[in-house]
């Protein structure tokens, strides 16, 4: 852990950038396991899923008895906790949802906006040791609002050809009954292209490993829209003296254990807070199941000292991290002025988990610095918003010369035309 | 002009399908473009500049007093035009700016999001023989209602190194002061990487032939956003005996003088309404300057007579067309049924042209099928919505269980920690 002091401001873009972890002929890997899933459909799909899965998967959609089977499993406690977060959940996103009025611009000309569900749409559950079943509750449960026709779930069985009983459950709890067991690069294409069992979608959501990232990179290109281009999870935090050690401590740790890849920054105006910080983060350390992944993690990660919170916000600014958690004074004042960043999390009792699993905000956000430009998932990122105008024939009488001009001056004449046409037919109808 | 009848709904999707315009080597050679500039910053500028645009630009920003001169030449006819289609587009997209209420998920937790302006961003607008100062409107409008900080604008120049006086007038009627000579993948990569004179961006805007789409794209994987992935331009017109045959007409005809690769399509359920629109066509082309490009995109183009209005909905949905116009009696009611779309126009006299420069939508709209999930620019383009939360202590003990229980089952013991060590600290205050 590099703990940098005060450095000049023309420094500060250097310590904003992301460590890079190149990866060697990954997109030609992913797009040629994407060809094969294009051309070879399902039984590409389960030449993969035994390649890298290591088991031999039969029926590729998942059975209505093994998804009761699931559910029997899960116990009643987790059960429990999901419904509470499902409710959170759902009310913050149901508050996103707006109906725009019709706003008539000049008289006779009516324009409004209306949002549609996007009807089909793919969510990705990376499988692994951990069952991901909270990512199901961030997509699942705005696709669910949006009102989308088709939601269908990929996520990689295990070495028995099973899938996790919690994500069976959550998936089943929120209604999503179409489950495919296929993971990878491989899911993505099968959701992309379509194949004889897993049906075409729209848009792809979920978060992955490289090589699923790069293919829905790549299968992007193909007009497939996706969530958000991805990259390791991250958390910054500003502290200052009256934050809790421990408790910053504890939030940096929790980021580092999302794998080696990701970066924890503490940025502070104090040295002693900072001291504090790192004696609680040792302590902490050694209690951890996952320390190896989470001192990897640390090695990319660093603190630091600044001579005042505006400061730490205008480096954070810079940065423009994914979670941000403001363990300051007056953390409401300085909300305002945060730029770029994912989620922000505001005072002590703010952490960082309780956005990703239960407080009601979407834990699906831009990594990397993309904060600068992208939003987290939301409702919005399952509808379109398309417009709408009427005109009358007052409306285009008052607006026809304005467009007959520019459309002339950008000689674009049939532009023109079809404007004149009408009005002539108007001044004919007199 | 195919003329397709009642074709059986297995056959739609054929149809519904874009041409194809393969370009060889396109990303080699824009790649290619990008890295030199990249590398090599102004003096690349400068090299592709005379290559392609045959100028030698000395200097690559438009200084003060060219703009000065460019104002002076505008006819006030143009200006006027200009200044009511600005007021019109501002009233629009002001009307998408909306507060998000504070919402209290559980007792203790407050959730909100907040539009926070993309602070850079650039704007590409095409050179070539028509100067599409309207789409400095589109971009720069919402830009600014937006609050984006730095909008720059990139435009190429013409032989005599000039840029056309409608573009610069338009610019700076608006406030956008940094305009730029580059144009194609050049300007894209000098906003994305930024050069000694232009600078780097978080976000492109911007239509541009398939060099500039392409540079987008390949951009975009470097962490610059885009507004949307382009393809040519096309209009869908669902028209029943009710339309105007020739105003019909000339909206599949404005839409075809964009480019050969342009496609237009008519949906009816009326044999009758169809020969009209043909006999009119053909009338109307005729006077057109530029009816050679136009009938080249005929060519792409297509009629298909279905039985009834609703099918052409349902088709038109599969076809997911950029500019929908619904020539039909009834228009709102069927407005309702539209599921994929870009813009859409009501009624005999909401002709296309209208929303292209003046009614107040947006005309930067999805086009090749992209509009099953994208929508277009708006508001929302040049903003991005952070969430933000305030967890009390009431609330970390109302929803501190369920996210112990969730992280556990998801094995991410650091984030249950980080609940738990504030839980604790609150049982010991007690």
């Given at each position: 852990?590099k703990t940098i002091i005060n450095p000049p401001y023309s420094d500060w873009e250097k310590y904003a950038k992301r460590p890079?972890?190149?990866?060697?002929?990954?997109?030609?890997?992913?797009?040629?396991?994407?060809?094969?899933?294009?051309?070879?459909?399902?039984?590409?799909?389960?030449?993969?899923?035994?390649?890298?899965?290591?088991?031999?998967?039969?029926?590729?959609?998942?059975?209505?008895?093994?998804?009761?089977?699931?559910?029997?499993?899960?116990?009643?406690?987790?059960?429990?906790?999901?419904?509470?977060?499902?409710?959170?959940?759902?009310?913050?996103?149901?508050?996103?949802?707006?109906?725009?009025?019709?706003?008539?611009?000049?008289?006779?000309?009516?324009?409004?906006?209306?949002?549609?569900?996007?009807?089909?749409?793919?969510?990705?559950?990376?499988?692994?040791?951990?069952?991901?079943?909270?990512?199901?509750?961030?997509?699942?449960?705005?696709?669910?609002?949006?009102?989308?026709?088709?939601?269908?779930?990929?996520?990689?069985?295990?070495?028995?050809?099973?899938?996790?009983?919690?994500?069976?459950?959550?998936?089943?709890?929120?209604?999503?009954?179409?489950?495919?067991?296929?993971?990878?690069?491989?899911?993505?294409?099968?959701?992309?292209?379509?194949?004889?069992?897993?049906?075409?979608?729209?848009?792809?959501?979920?978060?992955?490993?490289?090589?699923?990232?790069?293919?829905?990179?790549?299968?992007?290109?193909?007009?497939?829209?996706?969530?958000?281009?991805?990259?390791?999870?991250?958390?910054l935090?500003?502290?200052?003296?009256?934050?809790?050690?421990?408790?910053?401590?504890?939030?940096?740790?929790?980021?580092?254990?999302?794998?080696?890849?990701?970066q924890?920054v503490l940025l502070?105006?104090?040295?002693?807070?900072?001291?504090?910080?790192?004696?609680?983060?040792?302590?902490?350390?050694?209690?951890?199941?996952?320390?190896?992944?989470?001192?990897?993690?640390?090695?990319n990660s660093f603190f630091v000292l600044l001579?005042?919170?505006?400061?730490?916000?205008d480096f954070s600014?810079l940065y423009?991290p994914?979670?941000?958690?403001?363990?300051?004074?007056?953390?409401?004042?300085?909300?305002?002025?945060?730029?770029?960043?994912?989620?922000?999390?505001?005072?002590?009792?703010?952490?960082?988990?309780?956005?990703?699993?239960?407080?009601?905000?979407?834990?699906?956000?831009?990594?990397?610095g993309?904060?600068?430009?992208?939003?987290?998932?939301?409702?919005?990122?399952?509808?379109?918003?398309?417009?709408?105008?009427?005109?009358?024939?007052?409306?285009?009488?008052?607006?026809?010369?304005?467009?007959?001009?520019?459309?002339?001056?950008?000689?674009?004449?049939?532009?023109?035309?079809?404007?004149?046409?009408?009005?002539?037919?108007?001044?004919?109808?007199?």
């Amino acid at each position: 852990m590099k703990t940098i002091i005060n450095p000049p401001y023309s420094d500060w873009e250097k310590y904003a950038k992301r460590p890079a972890f190149p990866a060697e002929d990954l997109e030609e890997k992913v797009a040629s396991v994407l060809e094969k899933v294009r051309l070879e459909g399902d039984s590409a799909l389960k030449n993969f899923t035994l390649a890298f899965d290591k088991v031999n998967v039969e029926n590729i959609k998942v059975s209505s008895s093994e998804i009761e089977i699931a559910c029997a499993e899960v116990s009643t406690e987790l059960k429990d906790a999901i419904a509470i977060a499902v409710n959170n959940i759902k009310v913050f996103h149901e508050s996103q949802q707006i109906n725009e009025a019709i706003v008539e611009t000049i008289s006779g000309v009516e324009c409004w906006r209306k949002s549609v569900a996007i009807e089909k749409v793919g969510l990705y559950i990376p499988g692994g040791s951990a069952p991901l079943f909270s990512t199901i509750l961030m997509l699942g449960i705005p696709a669910k609002i949006a009102g989308c026709k088709k939601i269908i779930l990929c996520t990689p069985p295990d070495e028995n050809g099973k899938i996790n009983p919690a994500i069976l459950f959550t998936a089943t709890f929120l209604g999503i009954e179409e489950i495919y067991k296929v993971g990878g690069a491989q899911a993505i294409g099968a959701m992309a292209f379509g194949t004889e069992t897993v049906p075409k979608v729209d848009k792809i959501f979920g978060p992955g490993n490289q090589y699923v990232t790069k293919a829905k990179e790549l299968v992007q290109k193909t007009g497939i829209a996706i969530d958000l281009p991805a990259g390791p999870s991250e958390v910054l935090v500003i502290a200052d003296s009256s934050a809790d050690a421990d408790f910053v401590a504890a939030d940096l740790l929790s980021q580092t254990e999302h794998g080696a890849d990701s970066q924890v920054v503490l940025l502070s105006n104090s040295a002693e807070l900072m001291e504090e910080v790192k004696v609680s983060l040792n302590n902490q350390l050694q209690l951890l199941p996952r320390a190896s992944v989470a001192e990897k993690a640390l090695e990319n990660s660093f603190f630091v000292l600044l001579n005042t919170i505006n400061e730490c916000v205008d480096f954070s600014n810079l940065y423009a991290p994914e979670h941000l958690i403001l363990a300051i004074d007056n953390a409401e004042l300085f909300a305002g002025k945060i730029k770029n960043a994912g989620s922000v999390f505001l005072g002590n009792y703010s952490c960082e988990s309780a956005g990703d699993y239960a407080s009601g905000t979407n834990h699906t956000l831009p990594t990397n610095g993309y904060a600068k430009s992208y939003s987290g998932v939301s409702l919005d990122s399952f509808v379109k918003k398309i417009t709408f105008q009427k005109i009358t024939k007052k409306g285009i009488q008052n607006i026809g010369k304005t467009i007959e001009i520019m459309a002339e001056a950008e000689q674009l004449l049939a532009h023109k035309n079809a404007v004149s046409i009408r009005l002539k037919k108007l001044q004919d109808e007199k």
